[in-house]
Nanobody, 123 residues
Framework: QVHLAESGGGLVQPGGSLRLSCAASGADWYAIGWPRQAPGKRREAVSCISNRDGNTYYVDSVKGRFTISRDRAKNMVYLQMNSLQPEDPAVYYC??????????????????WGQGTQVTVSS
């Protein structure tokens, strides 16, 4: 049984940093993604890390600012977010479609989601 739980969201000033954490039990064999959804916008795949080879995906708008990582011993996946911008606020989710590689264009097939954590960027 897959269970995902995010933490680490909050309020940060523009240019600041946050680290999101995802406790991912039962998901050892799966790629884990970080989609986000802002009010009035489509849900967007922000980043993903695959199972075995550690391949990663980033949406263009966060490349060079966000870093995804995985600690298998702790069943944790992290999203380090630096240089946060006004376009980054959203609810960030930890999610998986129960396959071993990233499929960021198939969020509609992601069957396991955490409860989400709010990220707010404001001065």
């Amino acid at each position: 049984q897959v269970h995902l739980a995010e933490s680490g969201g909050g309020l940060v000033q523009p240019g600041g940093s946050l680290r999101l954490s995802c406790a991912a039990s039962g998901a050892d064999w799966y790629a884990i993604g970080w989609p986000r959804q802002a009010p009035g916008k489509r849900r967007e795949a922000v980043s993903c890390i695959s199972n075995r080879d550690g391949n990663t995906y980033y949406v263009d708008s966060v490349k060079g600012r966000f870093t995804i990582s995985r600690d298998r011993a702790k069943n944790m996946v992290y999203l380090q977010m630096n240089s946060l911008q006004p376009e980054d606020p959203a609810v960030y989710y930890c999610a998986t479609d129960a396959v071993g590689y990233c499929r960021p264009d198939r969020l509609y097939e992601y069957g396991f989601w955490g409860q989400g954590t709010q990220v707010t960027v404001s001065s």
